[in-house]
């Protein structure tokens, strides 16, 4: 079935598929997906990796030692930190670009600031081409702090660096109507409009002792990423022709439905519904930009600043004195008084930090 043209989503491989069977992390299904990424890149499209497999790497490399941690939470922690090295050595073997480490909590996406930051750091590694590989923080996240599991991980991570989808690569080609395992005569699901409760009652927990999901967690991550306005996959990646038509915008998974005009709803929600906290003047070429180019304005073409904002907050982008559009600061007022007017580039010589090259990002900016 076809899928809109994606530019950038987010991959997220399972303890199933790089560590098949529990035991060390192999290259037999892995290989494909790194090919898979390297022909994405030569399409000028994005993917970022969500990948289990820490824990499954510890262990491995353990193996047979008589003071191996025990299978407790502390144990599980230690093996993930052992794991977690190898498990970037591991990646960085497919590729002749950086991979980027990504070691994500809750916290990273509850707190707007850490949020901020973080997605501050990834459209910085997009610059620089490197490809982030992202996990959660097992070897220091107590439970209560934890995402849990990485399909859930993999929806924050969507909406973290706003991709248009979301791909769930597993050792099953989808989403069955009973569990497989004890259901032999189940259904493939090839679309599903909403993850309903009776949906949720057909999926399993996981296959392996490594894993933490099973389908379930799946499902419930794509209706976390569908009320984000992000579309799920959930697709065998062991199967180079099911990674090979996703670069054709092919769905030979399940396809899990974004929720209708949620994109949509972000803008009209950014444009009537969130209060504005000040007024930026631009100069003509930055307004030319914006509206042209649907460019980020950046602190060279602001030269009036007025009220009193923090990071985060919206402003209203004015040029002339007419209202132009409307958008999110990354930075508070007090700060762009001390750069507007200058270039990107002299930033952190004059705040002592560069937390983002653009005052406010064009994926924040919505025109009048
Ligand atoms: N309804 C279902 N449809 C498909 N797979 C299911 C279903 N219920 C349970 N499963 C199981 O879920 C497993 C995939 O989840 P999991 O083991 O967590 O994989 P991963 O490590 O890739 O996250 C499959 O191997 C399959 O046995
Ligand atoms: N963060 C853990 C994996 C947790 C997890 O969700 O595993 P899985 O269900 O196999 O994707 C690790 O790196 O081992």
């Known amino acids: 079935m076809r899928i809109p043209h994606w530019r950038r989503l987010v991959l997220k491989i399972g303890s199933n598929l790089i560590a098949p069977g529990g035991q060390a992390l192999s290259t037999r299904h892995v290989l494909e997906i790194a090919r898979f990424v390297q022909h994405a890149r030569t399409q000028e499209r994005e993917v970022i990796l969500v990948s289990s497999g820490a824990v499954a790497a510890g262990r491995a490399s353990l193996h047979g030692r008589s003071d191996m941690p025990p299978p407790n939470v ?102 069955y109507d009973a569990d497989p395992r004890s259901h032999p005569n189940a ?51 062991r199967d180079h022709r099911t990674l090979e038509a996703l670069l054709d915008n092919e769905c030979r998974g399940s396809w899990i439905h974004p929720a209708q005009q949620r994109r949509a709803a972000r803008k009209h929600w950014m444009l009537h519904s969130l209060p504005t906290s000040g007024q930026i003047e631009i100069d003509a070429g930055a307004a030319e930009a914006l509206k042209g180019r649907g460019a980020s304005l950046l602190a060279s073409g602001v030269i009036g600043i007025q009220g009193q904002f923090e990071v985060g907050d919206a402003v209203e982008i004015q040029h002339q004195g007419k209202a132009l559009a409307k958008g999110i600061v990354q930075y508070r007022h007090a700060e762009l008084a001390r750069i507007r007017g200058r270039h990107s580039r002299d930033i952190a010589e004059i705040l002592g930090d560069c937390p983002s090259e653009s005052v406010i990002h064009r994926d924040d900016l919505v025109l009048m």
Do not use: Y
Not at 97 to 114: E, H
Not at 214 to 228: C, D, F, N, Q, W
């Open 187 to 237: 259904r493939k699901l090839d679309e599903i409009d909403q993850v309903t409760e009776e949906l949720l009652a057909m999926a399993g927990d996981a296959g392996s002792s490594v894993g933490t999901g099973g389908m379930r967690s799946k499902l419930i991550a794509a209706r976390r990423a569908a009320e984000a306005g992000i579309g799920t996959l959930i697709i065998d990646g």
């Open 74 to 175: 502390a144990g599980k922690q230690a093996l993930a930190a052992v794991g977690q090295a190898e498990l970037m050595r591991f990646w960085q073997r497919f590729f002749d670009f950086p991979v980027a480490q990504l070691l994500l909590t809750r916290d990273d996406f509850a707190n707007r600031r850490r949020f901020l930051n973080a997605r501050n750091t990834l459209r910085s590694l997009r610059a620089v081409g490197a490809l982030p590989v992202i996990n959660e923080n097992d070897s220091v996240a107590v439970d209560e702090l934890r995402v849990g599991d990485n399909d859930t991980l993999a929806a924050h991570a969507a909406t973290l660096t706003e991709s248009e989808l979301m791909v769930l690569a597993t050792d099953i080609d989808g989403v």
